[in-house]
């Protein structure tokens, strides 16, 4: 038996790991929330660790709220990045792989390709800022890791662009949504697969990963999709990024390429529609 934590078990990720449990019999899985496993708190992870013998830590906990991070700078970096650094600590002090969900963010967005796992880095705001401390604390610490870079993600569980939609789509008769800012939406399902499906083959190709859902699309086609399949009659505006500001920039362009992962696990990539009809369907 493969012994298997999963932090922030509230978040959206986590609730995908949950519901995935049955479908895999050969993996024990231990479930934490934020107040269980502070990953800022290095006394409860070395409690946490000491009680089990973990083989992998999935670290689904971070700090997302991206405009917010701006603001709260010292908050974002203490989970974002000193919390993996402190993650990433323990795993080597107990010998367990660890597994980090990274983001699109560490990108600039002027790219005009898929960005490939080693492409430059250069985070527009505090959120891809703290995300890449994270990841580079990672790397230094630790030879058996997996960070895995996604984007746009979004499920049946927590809040998300999809839920927020059907919600507007209630309230609302109108709306506009960003149509120049590119990328692909993830199912966060099809995200915890992924890293399960590493986890039973028992990968050694350490490293960073990129993966996301199928096809690059903006915010703008998100919407259309989220409300053509849900039967929603409110009318739809794209709008550009600048009729919208926010407090944090937004990489205009983050598509990232998953052949590297594709090939690890010879999969081929769900089309985010596809993905986004099972994700309401499961609604």
Known sequence: MINVLVTAKDGQ???????LVLKYPNLQFIFKSSSELDITNKTNIEDVFSAHSFDYCINCAAYTAVDKAEEAVELADKVNHLGAQNLAEACKKFDTTLIHISTDF?????SKVPYLENDVTNPLGVYGETKLKGEQAISKELQQYFIIRTSWLY?????NFLKTMLRLANELDEIGVVGDQIGSPTYAKDLAEVVLQIIEIKSIAYGIYHFSNE?????Y?????IFKVSNSDIKLNRIVTTDYPTPAMRPKYSLLNTEKISELLAIKMSNWKDSLARAYSNL
Not at 215 to 219: H, K, Y
Not at 221 to 225: L, P, S
């Open 215 to 219: 096809g690059g699309i903006s915010w």
């Open 13 to 19: 990720l986590g609730h995908c790991f949950q519901s």
């Open 221 to 225: 086609d998100f919407a259309k999709e």
């Open 106 to 110: 560490v990108f600039d967005g002027k």
């Open 155 to 159: 499920s049946e569980f927590g809040n």
